[in-house]
């Protein structure tokens, strides 16, 4: 199973829409982790064969979206978050905290523009980064993440000034 993760639209669902586009038929389910919910609902509505879970973030007022929400894929349990409750911008400590008093296998956030991947601690912490605004360089991310044979594995993707999708290298400062 695939799963698109996006994060941190803020009203700006260009990008979203032309990855969505050109991935649907690769993805199983899509989740939005806030900022903005409504372009959580109107790619829904554009995509309506694929199943979105969505939250609402520090900048999505009234409505009825929860601020977070336990999906199950596969047997696994995924916690979806915008973050600013957490207080993510601090330390991530309260937010893997949380999630495994929540019983999640993963937590995934957004809230801080800057994407994360890390599966190095007792729970997998997830960060896409952010789809239109993001603050740890000029290229939009978002994030895949897989199971298989009950294996959670996220990848933090880019998307272009060229229109390319692309797996962000990471590399490990020892």
């Not at 389910?29 to 969505?54: I, R, T, W």
């Not at 978050?81 to 601090?90: D, F, I, L, M």
Request: overall charge negative; charged content about 25%.
């Amino acid at each position: 199973m695939k799963i698109l993760v996006l994060s941190d639209s803020h009203g700006r669902i260009d990008t979203a829409k032309t990855v969505l586009e050109r991935l649907e038929q690769q993805v199983d389910m899509v989740f939005h982790l806030g900022d903005y919910d409504e372009d959580a609902k109107c790619l829904q509505s554009l995509f309506p064969n694929l199943p979105f879970h969505y939250v609402k973030g520090n900048n999505d007022f009234g409505g009825d979206t929860p601020s977070h929400k336990m999906v199950v894929a596969q047997g696994k349990r995924f916690l979806l978050t915008h973050g600013h409750k957490q207080r993510v911008h601090y330390n991530l400590n309260t937010i893997a905290y949380w999630g495994e008093e929540q019983g999640a296998d993963a937590v995934l956030f957004g809230h801080t523009h800057v994407a994360l991947n890390d599966a190095s601690g007792r729970i997998y912490l997830f960060n896409p980064g952010s789809i239109t605004l993001p603050r740890d360089g000029f290229i939009p991310t978002f994030g895949i993440m897989t199971v298989e044979n009950g294996k959670i594995e996220g990848a933090i993707m880019e998307y272009t000034d060229r229109g390319e999708i692309r797996r962000r290298k990471t590399f490990l400062n020892n």
